[in-house]
C-alpha cells in the first residue's frame, strides 16, 4: 500500500464575511440564469472551451481519488446521427411501452417526447461513462468506489462551467444506454451515465416556464 503524502494547502483564499456573501449572491444570480435548452444551433463550439470546462469537471472530488469518468466527446455527424438514431428507438419504448403514466404525467409539463432532434443539431455531445476500475501508474488494476456519486459531482461541475462558459447543455438519459458502448466502442466494464448536449440556443429557442423551489422546501437548519 503506498503511503499517504500531503502538502501545504497554499490555493486557499479567505475572504471577509461581507465579500463572502457578495460572492454567494452574485454566483448564485450567476446560476439563475441557467436553462436546460432544447433547441440548439449547429454553430460549432471550440473545441478549446470544451477542454477547460473538461479539466474543470476533472478537478470534483472522487472516491479515493480514483476519477471514475471518461469524457467522450462527440462532433463528428456521422456518430452524432447514430447516437439520435439508437436513443429515438429506446425513448419510443419508453413513451409508449415501458413508462408509467405517472411518469409521463410529470414530464408532461416539460413537453419532451421520443423525437431527439438536438442530438444531431448541436455541435456537441458530451457521454460521460463511469468506470469500474482504474489502471494506477504501476500497471495495477483497480476498483472504482463511489462511481455513481464522483461521477455525479463531476457532471454538476461540467454543467456549471459550461454555463459560466456562455453556453448552454441539456442532460438526456435514454434508457437503456448500453448502445452507446457499442457506438462509441467502449467497453462494457465503462458504464453510461448521461449524455451532455453542448451549444448555443437556436435563434428564438425556447424553455418551459417552471420554478425552481425556495429555499425553506429544499433546506432544513438545525
Known amino acids: 500500500m503506498s503511503k499517504a503524502s500531503f502538502q501545504p494547502l497554499s490555493s486557499y483564499v479567505e475572504y471577509s464575511s461581507e465579500e463572502m456573501k457578495q460572492r454567494a449572491t452574485d454566483f448564485r444570480t450567476h446560476m439563475q440564469r441557467r436553462r436546460t435548452v432544447r433547441h440548439?444551433?449547429?454553430?460549432?463550439?471550440?473545441?478549446?472551451v470544451i477542454e477547460e470546462c473538461l479539466l474543470t469537471a476533472g478537478t470534483a472530488?472522487?472516491?479515493a481519488n480514483l476519477q471514475p469518468w471518461h469524457f467522450v466527446v462527440v462532433s463528428d455527424p456521422r456518430v452524432k446521427?447514430?447516437?439520435?438514431?439508437?436513443?429515438?428507438?429506446?425513448?419510443t419504448e419508453f413513451y409508449y411501452r415501458r413508462a408509467p403514466q405517472a411518469w409521463l404525467d410529470a414530464?408532461?409539463?416539460?413537453?419532451?417526447?421520443?423525437?431527439?432532434?438536438?442530438?444531431?443539431?448541436a455541435p456537441c455531445?458530451?457521454?460521460?461513462f463511469g468506470k469500474n476500475f482504474s489502471i494506477l501508474?504501476?500497471?495495477?488494476?483497480?476498483?472504482?468506489?463511489?462511481?455513481?456519486?464522483?461521477?455525479?459531482?463531476a457532471m454538476g461541475f461540467l454543467i456549471t462551467a459550461i454555463h459560466n462558459a456562455g453556453l448552454v447543455s441539456l442532460t438526456h438519459t435514454p434508457s437503456p444506454m448500453g448502445f452507446l458502448n457499442n457506438i462509441l466502442q467502449i467497453p462494457p466494464d465503462?458504464?453510461?451515465?448521461?449524455?451532455?448536449?453542448?451549444?448555443?440556443?437556436?435563434e428564438g429557442a425556447q424553455v418551459p416556464n417552471i420554478q425552481k423551489k425556495r429555499l425553506e422546501e429544499i433546506a432544513t437548519f438545525l
Open 125 to 128: 455531445l458530451i457521454v460521460i
Open 190 to 202: 465503462e458504464k453510461p451515465f448521461l449524455i451532455l448536449v453542448v451549444g448555443y440556443p437556436a
Open 40 to 48: 440548439f444551433s449547429d454553430r460549432p463550439v471550440p473545441r478549446e
Open 137 to 153: 501508474p504501476d500497471g495495477r488494476r483497480v476498483t472504482n468506489y463511489y462511481v455513481n456519486e464522483s461521477v455525479g459531482i
Open 61 to 63: 472530488p472522487s472516491g
Open 81 to 91: 446521427h447514430e447516437i439520435r438514431v439508437t436513443a429515438e428507438q429506446e425513448e
Open 107 to 121: 414530464l408532461a409539463v416539460l413537453g419532451t417526447d421520443e423525437h431527439k432532434p438536438f442530438l444531431e443539431t
